[in-house]
């Protein structure tokens, strides 16, 4: 019976955490692809033709099929096909300069974008009804595997339309409130005492823990610094290791309990016996936003 009951209360917890997580962002949000390249074009500016989708009516399938692209032409242009992946999220998926004309926003507030292809950059846009980016996200790094999670915010519920500049495969999650969650609940996974929350393009995953104290992933990420009873409240320190590999440095954000927006900390990267690592120090119920194209692994110490 208090299995049950702590589970209903962590349900209740983690709806709240994933809508709490879209914020406003730090004006950086909207910088972070228009800054990473100083040869970003947009779809729209390049003439091709927008495909639309209706977020409402999503069908269970992939409504379109691509297929691998020929090395013997440069006409390659498949369509965008779109697939609902369960309990509302959705899946687009494309290859190249694509222009999405989206109908039913709805109650979108995660994306996990991740490119499917080497050796192209892959920057997104979210564009309102004035043509204006409302959010931007994505790398030009072609050397680097890109992809990443980012929550989403209430203006982004006027998105008109995604534009995607790249010049290989690429695929787009849109997911609905504690969509991440659920998926972990599904499968039987459940926080131990001392886990913490770790957003990425892997979904949610539980880190701190004596079961798993570390993680591993690529891309954008987003910690809830909260850990799951009992455990020692207080400062905890996450330690990144990045892939040396690769040349980004990282953009590391801090939202603090009762602040509504992120700020920027300066944290250089060192080089300790040939892999590039950087610690940051966050208290209890804040949230951490690392920006990267970087493969990294974290480990948390509280204390």
Not at 100 to 111: G, K, L, M, Q, Y
Not at 208 to 216: F, H, I
Not at 246 to 256: A, G, H, Y
């Amino acid at each position: 019976m208090l299995l049950v009951v702590v589970v209903g209360l962590l349900l209740a917890i983690a709806a709240i955490v994933q809508a709490i997580g879209g914020d406003a962002p730090d004006p950086v949000d909207l910088e972070t692809a228009s800054s990473s390249s100083s040869h970003e074009t947009s779809a729209t500016d390049s003439g091709v033709a927008p495909t639309s989708i209706s977020l409402a009516k999503t069908p269970p399938t992939t409504i379109t099929r691509t297929t691998s692209p020929s090395p013997q032409t440069s006409m390659y242009n498949p369509p965008v096909s779109v697939t609902s992946i369960g309990e509302g999220a959705v899946r687009i998926s494309g290859y190249g300069d694509k222009v999405i004309a989206v109908d039913e926003w709805s109650n979108v507030r995660t994306v996990i974008y991740r490119r499917t292809g080497p050796g192209s950059e892959l920057l997104i846009k979210l564009l309102g009804d004035d043509q204006v980016a409302v959010f931007s996200f994505g790398y030009s790094d072609r050397n680097s595997p890109i992809e990443g999670l980012r929550f989403l915010t209430e203006i982004t519920q006027e998105v008109q339309e995604i534009t995607v500049t790249a010049t290989a495969g690429w695929e787009i999650d849109l997911l609905p409130d504690a969509f991440l969650w659920n998926q972990q609940m599904d499968a039987g996974n459940t926080p131990q005492a001392g886990d913490l929350m770790l957003f990425s393009s892997q979904g949610l995953t539980f880190v701190g823990s004596e079961q798993t104290p570390t993680t591993q992933g690529i891309g954008d990420l987003r910690i809830y610094n909260a850990c799951h009873a009992p455990c020692n409240e207080g400062a905890t320190t996450w330690v990144f290791e990045l892939d040396p590999d690769c040349s980004n440095t990282p953009e590391v954000f801090i939202k603090e309990v009762g602040r509504n927006d992120f700020r920027r900390i300066v944290r250089p990267v060192k080089s300790v016996s040939g892999k590039d690592t950087f610690e940051v120090s966050v208290e209890s119920y804040d949230w951490l936003q690392v920006l990267t194209p970087c493969q990294w692994s974290t480990q948390p110490t509280t204390g």
